[in-house]
């Protein structure tokens, strides 16, 4: 007697067999999955790098500028040490990338360290340079850049005279400049002179980084990431396996879905062959 | 990897480079010294302020660099030393004005990586006898220098604020 219930597609015994071996079948899907799986990490990488990558501009990744250390020491920007800092009266002035800091803001151009720096009547901050002193007003105004043809000679050193005047140590002997600072005497008496001291912690955190420059733009490290040249050597021959992975999950997803298809095809003509000899 | 970390040093070394040697033509108190035939008169000031600062930043085309400026003056002759960036680096240069009218344009120090050509008697001779209009600019043209057009620039607009600095500073006198 029938059955009237409805039976399961199970595959019997006599259902017609595939025309590939069943081994062979069953070992590529285990295949198609190890593999799928193994390379889904980078899948996502590369899906997810590709995405950021593409909206580069509205992202502004371009302009997005990463300075962690650990990715700095990864690209192999060497630790830098904060630079000499000197005291101005309650003011910090520095040298860091090129440029003259007060406090924690550029403030001028600088073609090398600061040598010192005083603070004068007024505010008005001095800073010794090796070819020149830039007057900076309280707001980090450049007052004047006095240059060889204004200074007595090269600066060494900078400080205050007793009388808090400005003070100059050069080769040819140390000068007491005038109240407008235009005129340089010879100083009757040594003057205080500036040294370098320890900044805060944050000065010099602020410093460190302004030595290091830019750091590195968020769209050259998603770059490489997608590159896998962040990885090293191997990076780059790991995505290229990766890629050889794609095409072989590709072929074995697209032969998988065609014997699964042909067999279902064969299945249907079976059981309608056989409800139609019952 | 190699390049990735030679691009890191490069770019760390162009970073942290000091600046480029300069190349001193003219030391500056030499400049002072030959203008002034050897009698370098006592520096005076010009502060850069009000509508003076905003003609001279529309010369420039940037923020003025400082609040005044240092100028050499005996009778109707001054000497101004400028700095201008031509394409990275400043360059310094010293001009004469005598009347009104510029005497000498002499580039001092040079730290750009070309277009030194502007030191050069070919090219600054042509400032000579040249004043300033009313709409700030240089009564007649300056030919340039294939290769050296930043550092041609950037000499024009020098020797343009140096006529327009002079003429302050006499017109400040005067009153």
Same mark, same amino acid.
């Given at each position: 007697?029938?059955?009237?219930?409805?039976?399961?597609?199970v595959?019997?015994?006599?259902?017609?067999?595939?025309?590939h071996?069943?081994g062979?079948?069953?070992?590529?899907?285990?295949?198609?999955?190890? =593999?799928?799986?193994?390379?889904s990490?980078?899948?996502?990488l590369?899906?997810? $790098?590709?995405?950021?990558?593409?909206? $580069?501009?509205? %992202?502004?990744?371009?302009?997005?500028?990463?300075?962690?250390?650990?990715?700095?020491?990864?690209?192999?920007?060497?630790?830098?040490?904060?630079?000499?800092?000197?005291?101005?009266?309650?003011?910090?002035v520095? $040298?860091?990338?090129?440029?003259?800091?007060?406090?924690? $803001?550029?403030?001028?151009?600088?073609?090398?360290?600061?040598?010192?720096? *005083?603070?004068?009547?007024g505010?008005?901050?001095?800073?010794a340079l090796?070819?020149?002193?830039?007057? %900076?007003?309280?707001?980090?105004?450049?007052?004047?850049?006095?240059?060889?043809?204004?200074?007595?000679?090269?600066?060494?050193?900078?400080? %205050?005279?007793?009388?808090?005047?400005? *003070?100059?140590?050069?080769?040819?002997?140390?000068?007491?400049?005038?109240?407008?600072?235009?005129?340089?005497?010879p100083?009757?008496?040594?003057?205080?002179?500036?040294?370098?001291?320890?900044?805060?912690?944050?000065?010099r955190?602020?410093?460190?980084?302004?030595?290091?420059?830019?750091?590195?733009?968020?769209?050259?490290?998603?770059?490489d =990431?997608?590159?896998?040249?962040?990885?090293?050597?191997?990076?780059?021959?790991?995505?290229? *396996?990766?890629?050889?992975?794609?095409?072989?999950?590709?072929?074995?997803g697209?032969?998988?879905?065609?014997?699964?298809?042909?067999?279902?095809?064969?299945?249907?003509?079976?059981y309608?062959?056989?409800?139609?000899?019952? | 990897?190699?390049?990735?970390?030679?691009?890191?040093?490069?770019? #760390?070394?162009?970073?942290?480079?000091?600046?480029?040697?300069?190349?001193?033509?003219?030391?500056?108190?030499?400049?002072?010294?030959?203008?002034?035939?050897?009698?370098?008169?006592?520096?005076?000031?010009?502060?850069?302020?009000?509508?003076?600062?905003?003609?001279?930043?529309?010369?420039?085309?940037h923020?003025?660099?400082?609040?005044?400026?240092?100028?050499?003056?005996?009778?109707?002759r001054?000497?101004? @030393?400028?700095?201008? @960036?031509?394409?990275?680096e400043? @360059?310094?240069?010293? !001009?004469?004005?005598?009347k009104g009218? #510029?005497?000498?344009?002499?580039?001092?120090?040079? /730290?750009?990586?070309?277009?030194?050509?502007?030191?050069?008697?070919? !090219?600054?001779?042509?400032?000579?006898?040249? &004043?300033? &209009?009313?709409?700030?600019?240089?009564?007649?043209?300056?030919?340039?220098?294939?290769?050296?057009?930043?550092?041609?620039r950037?000499? &024009?607009?020098?020797?343009?604020?140096?006529?327009?600095?002079?003429?302050?500073?006499?017109?400040?006198?005067? /009153?």
């Amino acid at each position: 007697m029938n059955d009237p219930r409805p039976q399961p597609l199970v595959e019997p015994a006599s259902a017609p067999h595939h025309a590939h071996p069943r081994g062979t079948f069953q070992r590529l899907l285990v295949w198609h999955r190890r =593999l799928g799986l193994a390379v889904s990490v980078i899948v996502l990488l590369l899906s997810v $790098t590709g995405l950021l990558l593409n909206h $580069t501009d509205a %992202l502004k990744l371009d302009q997005t500028s990463l300075r962690a250390d650990w990715l700095l020491r990864w690209y192999g920007y060497p630790p830098v040490a904060a630079p000499d800092s000197f005291r101005a009266g309650e003011r910090w002035v520095s $040298t860091a990338g090129g440029k003259l800091y007060l406090d924690q $803001t550029p403030v001028a151009e600088a073609g090398g360290p600061a040598l010192g720096a *005083a603070q004068l009547d007024g505010g008005l901050v001095a800073a010794a340079l090796a070819d020149s002193v830039i007057l %900076l007003a309280p707001d980090g105004t450049v007052v004047e850049r006095l240059g060889a043809a204004s200074l007595p000679g090269a600066p060494q050193r900078i400080g %205050l005279a007793d009388d808090a005047r400005l *003070a100059l140590g050069t080769a040819q002997g140390t000068f007491v400049a005038d109240a407008d600072l235009i005129q340089w005497q010879p100083a009757a008496a040594a003057p205080a002179w500036s040294e370098a001291q320890a900044a805060p912690p944050a000065l010099r955190d602020a410093l460190a980084q302004a030595q290091r420059g830019p750091g590195l733009s968020a769209e050259r490290v998603l770059l490489d =990431l997608h590159s896998g040249r962040l990885f090293g050597a191997w990076g780059p021959w790991v995505m290229d *396996a990766a890629a050889i992975v794609f095409v072989i999950l590709a072929l074995t997803g697209i032969v998988n879905w065609g014997w699964r298809r042909q067999r279902a095809k064969k299945m249907v003509r079976f059981y309608s062959e056989r409800r139609r000899q019952q | 990897m190699k390049a990735l970390f030679r691009s890191a040093v490069l770019l #760390l070394s162009l970073v942290s480079a000091p600046a480029p040697a300069a190349d001193v033509y003219l030391a500056p108190e030499k400049f002072l010294s030959e203008t002034f035939d050897g009698s370098v008169p006592k520096a005076s000031v010009l502060w850069i302020a009000g509508d003076t600062r905003a003609a001279v930043e529309r010369i420039l085309g940037h923020s003025a660099v400082a609040l005044r400026v240092r100028y050499w003056q005996q009778d109707a002759r001054s000497a101004w @030393i400028l700095e201008e @960036i031509g394409k990275t680096e400043p @360059i310094t240069t010293g !001009f004469v004005v005598d009347k009104g009218a #510029l005497a000498r344009v002499a580039v001092l120090v040079y /730290r750009e990586s070309r277009g030194w050509e502007v030191r050069y008697p070919f !090219f600054t001779d042509q400032f000579k006898g040249a &004043t300033l &209009t009313n709409m700030n600019e240089l009564d007649r043209g300056i030919d340039g220098i294939a290769g050296a057009t930043l550092s041609v620039r950037a000499l &024009t607009r020098l020797a343009r604020v140096a006529l327009l600095l002079d003429a302050t500073s006499r017109a400040g006198a005067k /009153r």
